[in-house]
């Protein structure tokens, strides 16, 4: 299966920004998502899983929530910061657990 | 909270092996497959497999099925992923990443593997 992000977002600071993340094989529901937030030079680091759980650490302007509808993912950042400036990628598995990424979405802050 | 911390910097020849190390503190090491995802330059990232460490069972991913080996020591709570036949597109960022069945929540903070003669 695959998961498809937007290429990339841009958003002004304290705006909200929503970025999707649609999965074309198997349902959205059956299998945990999970958003990783990486910053330039840096390793990538959990921002939301389990669909819509906040590590500790992560502010609550984070959340995450699926759509059956839609087949999709969506991470939420609310109140933007320029620090919230990074690549995004949402994460999940298939029936063997084997793990499959989205493309990334590149948020820019403006 | 779990730590997981990786090997320094390597710098390959073509044909060559290399071996990337994870050793991981703060939680139950068998409890939670750890997997090795890696990222070439200005790429996304990519699962490369996973082992289970309390059952010692491994799955590849396709692309890396036959060079790649994933393996773990409990005595010391740390994972090895070794690569095989390196070429430059082998050049890349590896990744160890853990937690609960399917969920990248964990991260290492990285190994950058660079393959050049």
């Known amino acids: 299966f695959m998961l498809t992000q937007p290429h990339s977002v841009s958003e002004s600071p304290g705006k909200t920004v929503t970025i999707s993340c649609t999965r074309s094989g198997g349902s959205i529901a059956t299998y945990y998502v999970q958003w990783l937030q990486q910053r330039p030079g840096s390793s990538p680091t959990t921002v939301i899983y389990?669909?819509?759980?906040?590590p500790s650490g992560v502010p609550d302007r984070f959340s995450g929530s699926i759509d059956s509808s839609s087949n999709s993912a969506s991470l939420t950042i609310s109140g933007l910061k320029t620090e919230d400036e990074a690549d995004y990628f949402c994460q999940s598995y298939d029936s063997n657990n084997d793990w499959v990424f989205g493309g990334g979405t590149k948020l820019t802050v403006l | 909270q779990v730590q997981l911390v990786q090997s320094g910097a390597e710098m390959k020849k073509p044909g060559s092996s290399v071996r990337v190390s994870c050793k991981a503190s703060g939680g139950t090491f068998n409890s939670n497959p750890m997997s090795w995802v890696r990222q070439a330059p200005g790429q996304g990232l990519e699962w490369m497999g996973k082992i289970v460490p309390i059952f010692g069972t491994t799955n590849y991913a396709q692309k890396f099925q036959g060079r790649v080996t994933i393996t773990t020591d409990e005595s010391t709570t740390t994972a090895y992923m070794e690569v095989s036949s390196l070429t430059s597109e082998d050049t890349a960022i590896y990744y160890c990443?853990?937690?609960?069945?399917?969920?990248?929540?964990?991260w290492g903070q990285g190994t950058l593997v660079t393959v050049s003669s």
């Open positions: 389990e669909d819509n759980q906040r």
């Open positions: 990443a853990s937690g609960p069945v399917g969920v990248a929540k964990y």
